[in-house]
T-cell receptor
Framework: SQQGEEDPQALSIQEGENATMNCSYK?????LQWYRQNSGRGLVHLIL?????REKHSGRLRVTLDTSKKSSSLLITASRAADTASYFC????????????FGKGTTLSVSS | DAGVTQSPTHLIKTRGQHVTLRCSPI?????VSWYQQVLGQGPQFIFQ???????GRGNFPDRFSARQFPNYSSELNVNALLLGDSALYLC??????????????FGAGTRLSVL
């Protein structure tokens, strides 16, 4: 079963705008990761935030984590057409590091 | 360095048949995980193997099985295929040397269609 939900399910913006997508999860976590998937291909790891961190930056990406609300957000600044993809959050509740539990994803479309 | 490679890329089978999917991890990675991704959904965890031992199993029927070889490559087997098994099957490798980070590196997947 899915761990949680991404919101919105789909997002359409213009190049240069910021894109924000949210993720909610159900159980306690060790860390939360965001992955990107282009058109039914493999997933690419974007960023990881540990459960004791509140915010993390990587290039044009900013991730926040609120463990009290069991939620995270991914902000992509100054988006480009090449950012068009599906974005998934994944949680890792197992200390031994077995399963990643993914949400259903947000489909981002950036038009030029 | 080569990334995670999966074969075949596409596969068409009929109900009741058996299928074997293959995965080669990134060199040096000893952990391989398998995920099923149905259209419009996120990936669902099937198995994880580490050092040839099963470390985790998702909520999938016994028709699904896997193994890992001494060179850390892996096979996913599905018996008695059902229409609902049609999906993208993703393999991911991880070094697990980064402690609890569990960052996984995915292959491009095998698209299985069951008719």
């Amino acid at each position: 079963s899915q761990q949680g939900e991404e919101d919105p399910q789909a997002l359409s913006i213009q190049e240069g705008e910021n894109a924000t997508m949210n993720c909610s999860y159900k159980t306690s976590i060790n860390n939360l990761q965001w992955y990107r998937q282009n058109s039914g291909r493999g997933l690419v790891h974007l960023i990881l935030i540990r459960s004791n961190e509140r915010e993390k930056h990587s290039g044009r990406l900013r991730v926040t984590l609120d463990t009290s609300k069991k939620s995270s957000s991914l902000l992509i600044t100054a988006s480009r057409a090449a950012d068009t993809a599906s974005y998934f959050c994944a949680t890792d509740a197992d200390q031994a590091g077995t399963a990643l539990i993914f949400g259903k994803g947000t489909t981002l479309s950036v038009s030029s | 360095d080569a990334g995670v490679t999966q074969s075949p890329t596409h596969l068409i089978k009929t109900r009741g048949q058996h299928v074997t999917l293959r995965c080669s991890p990134i060199s040096g990675h000893k952990s391989v995980s398998w995920y099923q991704q149905v259209l419009g959904q996120g990936p669902q965890f099937i198995f994880q193997y580490y050092e040839k031992e099963e470390r985790g199993r998702g909520n999938f029927p016994d028709r699904f099985s896997a193994r890992q070889f001494p060179n850390y490559s892996s096979e996913l087997n599905v018996n008695a295929l059902l229409l609902g098994d049609s999906a993208l099957y993703l393999c991911a490798s991880s070094s697990l040397r980064e402690g609890a980070k569990n960052i996984q590196y995915f292959g491009a997947g095998t698209r299985l269609s069951v008719l």
